[in-house]
């Protein structure tokens, strides 16, 4: 049973920062994309950033600048090291693969709180 697990996340004064991590478990034949989306309240989720298995990045306009996304192919984890953090950035953060099992599909993290206070 393929899981995602996620870490970090927590309260901080605006323009601080954080660090969230996400570990994918299980057994599995190969992680393609992993990222980070997130969701406030009464909004839509929405992509925060994305990196490939070869490395390649892609993030929203709004964290762009400020939020760094790594991934360790060895150890299938991604991380999300989030500076500058503003009070719009307070949501639901979510760790999302596209792993192969038997079959191709998307997994989801449990999602970690991130609070920006001003």
């Known amino acids: 049973q393929v899981q995602l697990v996620e870490s970090g996340g927590g309260l901080v004064q605006a323009g601080g920062s954080l660090r969230l991590s996400c570990a994918a478990s299980?057994?599995?034949?190969?992680?393609?994309?992993m990222g980070w989306y997130r969701q406030a309240p009464g909004k839509q989720r929405e992509l925060v950033a994305t990196v490939t298995n070869s490395g390649t990045t892609n993030y929203a306009d709004s964290v762009k600048g400020r939020f760094t996304i790594s991934r360790d192919n060895a150890k299938n984890t991604v991380n999300l090291q989030m500076n500058s953090l503003k009070v719009e950035d307070t949501a639901v953060y979510y760790c999302?693969?596209?792993?192969?099992?038997?079959?191709?599909?998307?997994?989801w993290g449990q999602g970690t709180q991130v609070t920006v206070s001003s």
């Open positions: 299980g057994r599995f034949f190969s992680i393609n994309f």
């Open positions: 999302n693969a596209r792993i192969t099992t038997r079959y191709e599909r998307d997994y």
